[in-house]
């Protein structure tokens, strides 16, 4: 009897024991396993409604083994991740922080500004007192400030490296300019500026003497002239050449294509809008128009004495002759280079360029084979150049010959090759930039 009562006891703490390690794996494992399940019918549930918009992607989702500590490991990621991203953000701090600020001084900084940077100016209003911008191109970054207000000694100069755009076409200008450069030489002797370079409007006959003496290379402070003008002086090494560009003085917008501009049969072969000085070959151009009937194909407008500014009149008659001709003839002025080159090329109308040199000190075609417009020849401006406006009646007849297919791909081209050359030019213009100053800060 007391043998069967032990057996019973023996018996049920066995019993016991199993209940207990039953009740423990339960509380200890069971929960693990009905999240799982839940987990897995979850996946099940809103693959469903997912599957048409994302197909393999769920189904690979579905089949994944469910990791409990998935949830700690993303996060362990995200925390390795951003650690790398502030230690790559700190290895290239400063890298990207050459700042150059541009001081625009003459027209030609618009030109550069708003066509070539593609920047906006900060007001809009061309009249104000003080307008300014930022860009960043590569690793520069550029602020612009322009307007009557940017006076030498009134404006606060917190940059190291400028660029000062300058107008030295005539005396009254070269006058100011000078002012301008004797200020700039006291900032760089007081160590305020360590670099500076300039964008020069040049003498049209190429008579820039007097910023020798400015120019490092004789003793100066000027490290990299960009000139206006086929130079003698440019030789890509200290000295480059720049273009005139778009006549911003007059208030020359940026033009946007559209799709009339491209497509759009024009109602004119040609135009020619300008001054017709005596005994120029504006005059001889004047006279193969009328000699040859032409100037009844053509939009022709002509005056006898220069105009400074344009009423808004005669700046909506340009732009709508450009707009309106299939090709624009540019004369030689005192210098071959002229305004209506660019301005016929951002209205998709193609530049007929007398292609000779004026008198002056300009580089001369012997000397220099590609002489004058180097840099548009350089770059493979898509023109068309003629030695005399004799040859005017030959280019206007194949003009006839041609569909409105043929000058619509003309234009595509045209208009390519200006937005192109407007790049490249910014590009060049950084590079060299980045090139000269960084060098000299490790010399």
Known sequence: MRLTRKRLCSFLIALYCLFS??????VFFGRRRRARAASLR?????AAPAREGRGREQSTLGSEEWNPWEGDEKNEQQHRFKTSLQILNKSTKGKGDFQVQIWGKAAIGLYLWEHIFEGSLDPTDVTAQWREGNSVVGRTHYSFITGPAVVPGYFSVDVKNVVLIL???EKAKVFYAI??????????????LQHVAVVLLGNEQCNNEWINQFLKRNGGFVELLFIIYDSPWINDMDVFQWPLGVATYRNFPVVEASWSMLHNERPFLCNFLGTVYENSSREALLNVLKQNGIDKLCWVSVREQWQPQETNESLKNYQEALLGSDLTLCPAGVNTECYRIY????????????DVMTAGGCGNASAHPRAPLRLLKAMGAPFIFIKSWEELPAVLEKEKTMILQEKIQRRKMLLNWYQHFKTELKMRFTDILE???????KG
């Open 21 to 26: 390690l039953y009740a423990a794996y339960h």
């Open 42 to 46: 979850g996946l099940r549930k809103g």
């Open 167 to 169: 107008n030295g076409r």
């Open 179 to 192: 002012q301008w450069l004797r200020y700039v030489q006291n900032l760089v002797q007081t160590q305020k």
């Open 343 to 354: 301005e016929a090329c951002s209205c998709g109308s193609l530049p007929v360029v007398e």
């Open 435 to 441: 090139s000269s100053f960084l060098m000299n800060n």
